[in-house]
């Protein structure tokens, strides 16, 4: 035990009269002091790339969207090259060795027949007669988003030759080609819809949630009498609404905002409840003390504070608004031919007979599985990492 200072000396102290650094500290190890310096948009960055599957996901549908604005230039063939020499034919494989040798990929010419018997055509591959796959090739001419003319694919057949991968219908065009071309359209018709939904559902139900009062009761028993409708029904109803005599264009734009009509309620819900949470906030009452509007009030002050959960429930609705396009197509009361898209391709197989047959014709219902699961991954990734403090 050390002895005590004589009176009046000054008592000894422990404190260190260094500069202080946050980094330094000896509690907090190197991996806390990152966590407890990072910004918010780091947290939930940090916690996104944890869910492997949302991550993945996130990947795969930047590079669909990426690839539908040069679908043209991927696409082996063009949307509407007909090749009647090969009606319903079957989807060729891609080979690399001939003979025991390696050529690279490349696929085996068809013979047809036909039987007698069923009138069926009948393909074989033809053992002798290889065809090489061309890559960054000149193939069917196209215009690049109707502006440019251009005939370069990533892409082709062999000269001559001919490359089903995934089989043709029954004019002999390509069923990748138009699944490729079919995208662009099922893919972004989720995007404007869920658009036109965001915007009404945040301007709607931010009103409902802070104004409140009649115009809140009024919202509320809206959202419940469209909630209560069947969903395909009132789908069906308003397509059938549009006039046949439309262009394929002002169709598709119809179709686009009936979607997000009809979607909006949930979303609206769920700012209604975040705004009536956040309106009592200090510095929403500060904001409204300062003369600021109801607009500015809800933009700049509350919706941002809650952008990431709406973000995430944008990514969950697009989903349902390409499955809703998808059925409309396919019962034939939503887009209609030459606009080509998952659900158009998908009434090739509306018969049980043209599937025993043809099976190959449902493929386009591939894609629209992956792309659904992908957003209801990302979503539930983006949704977890809305809140990086659980």
């Given at each position: 035990?050390?002895?005590?200072?004589?009176?009046?000396?000054?008592?000894?102290?422990?404190?260190?009269?260094?500069?202080?650094?946050?980094?330094?500290?000896?509690?907090?190890t190197s991996a806390q002091s990152r966590i407890?310096?990072?910004s918010q948009k780091q947290l939930m960055w940090w916690k996104f790339?944890?869910?492997?599957?949302?991550?993945?996901?996130?990947?795969?549908?930047?590079?669909?969207?990426?690839?539908?604005?040069?679908v043209e230039f991927v696409a082996p063939y063009?949307?509407?090259?007909?090749?009647?020499?090969f009606i319903h034919s079957p989807p060729q494989r891609v080979h690399l060795f001939h003979d025991g040798s390696f050529v690279g990929?490349?696929?085996?010419?068809?013979?047809?027949?036909?039987?007698m018997n069923t009138?069926?055509?009948l393909y074989n591959d033809k053992p002798d007669d290889v065809q090489p796959i061309r890559f960054l090739c000149r193939g069917d001419a196209y215009k690049f988003w109707g502006l440019v003319d251009s005939n370069l694919h990533l892409v082709c057949p062999a000269v001559g030759g001919q490359m089903f991968l995934l089989g043709t219908d029954r004019l002999g065009r390509d069923v990748l080609s138009r699944i490729l071309y079919g995208a662009r359209i099922s893919l972004t018709i989720g995007l404007i819809g869920i658009s036109i939904s965001f915007c009404l559902g945040i301007v709607i139900g931010g009103l409902a949630g802070y104004r409140g009062g009649v115009f809140d009761l009024v919202v509320?028993?809206?959202i419940e009498v469209l909630q209560s409708l069947p969903s395909l029904p009132l789908w069906m109803a308003l397509a059938a609404i549009m006039p046949v005599t439309w262009s394929p264009l002002v169709i598709y734009f119809g179709i686009t905002v009936i979607l997000g009509i009809i979607d909006w309620t949930g979303l609206a819900r769920a700012v209604?409840?975040?705004?009536?949470?956040?309106?009592?906030?200090?510095?929403?009452?500060?904001?409204?003390?300062?003369g600021a509007s109801t607009s500015r009030v809800i933009g700049r002050h509350l919706v941002p504070g809650f952008m990431s959960h709406l973000i995430a429930s944008a990514t969950i609705s697009i989903p349902s608004m390409i499955l809703g396009e998808t059925a409309l197509s396919f019962l034939g009361l939503g887009l209609r031919p030459p606009i080509t898209s998952w659900g158009i391709l998908l009434t090739e197989a509306k018969s049980v007979s043209v599937i025993a047959f043809y099976p190959w014709l449902l493929f386009p219902i591939i894609p629209v599985v992956f792309v659904i699961l992908a957003f209801n991954f990302l979503g539930d990734g983006l949704r977890d990492a809305a809140d990086p403090y659980k």
């Amino acid at each position: 035990m050390s002895p005590l200072p004589p009176p009046g000396a000054p008592l000894p102290h422990y404190i260190s009269t260094a500069p202080f650094d946050p980094m330094a500290t000896e509690t907090m190890t190197s991996a806390q002091s990152r966590i407890h310096l990072a910004s918010q948009k780091q947290l939930m960055w940090w916690k996104f790339k944890q869910h492997r599957l949302a991550l993945i996901s996130g990947v795969f549908l930047i590079f669909t969207y990426l690839m539908i604005t040069v679908v043209e230039f991927v696409a082996p063939y063009g949307l509407h090259t007909k090749n009647v020499d090969f009606i319903h034919s079957p989807p060729q494989r891609v080979h690399l060795f001939h003979d025991g040798s390696f050529v690279g990929p490349f696929v085996y010419g068809r013979s047809m027949s036909l039987d007698m018997n069923t009138l069926h055509r009948l393909y074989n591959d033809k053992p002798d007669d290889v065809q090489p796959i061309r890559f960054l090739c000149r193939g069917d001419a196209y215009k690049f988003w109707g502006l440019v003319d251009s005939n370069l694919h990533l892409v082709c057949p062999a000269v001559g030759g001919q490359m089903f991968l995934l089989g043709t219908d029954r004019l002999g065009r390509d069923v990748l080609s138009r699944i490729l071309y079919g995208a662009r359209i099922s893919l972004t018709i989720g995007l404007i819809g869920i658009s036109i939904s965001f915007c009404l559902g945040i301007v709607i139900g931010g009103l409902a949630g802070y104004r409140g009062g009649v115009f809140d009761l009024v919202v509320q028993r809206l959202i419940e009498v469209l909630q209560s409708l069947p969903s395909l029904p009132l789908w069906m109803a308003l397509a059938a609404i549009m006039p046949v005599t439309w262009s394929p264009l002002v169709i598709y734009f119809g179709i686009t905002v009936i979607l997000g009509i009809i979607d909006w309620t949930g979303l609206a819900r769920a700012v209604r409840s975040k705004l009536l949470a956040l309106r009592e906030e200090d510095y929403v009452q500060a904001a409204q003390l300062m003369g600021a509007s109801t607009s500015r009030v809800i933009g700049r002050h509350l919706v941002p504070g809650f952008m990431s959960h709406l973000i995430a429930s944008a990514t969950i609705s697009i989903p349902s608004m390409i499955l809703g396009e998808t059925a409309l197509s396919f019962l034939g009361l939503g887009l209609r031919p030459p606009i080509t898209s998952w659900g158009i391709l998908l009434t090739e197989a509306k018969s049980v007979s043209v599937i025993a047959f043809y099976p190959w014709l449902l493929f386009p219902i591939i894609p629209v599985v992956f792309v659904i699961l992908a957003f209801n991954f990302l979503g539930d990734g983006l949704r977890d990492a809305a809140d990086p403090y659980k």
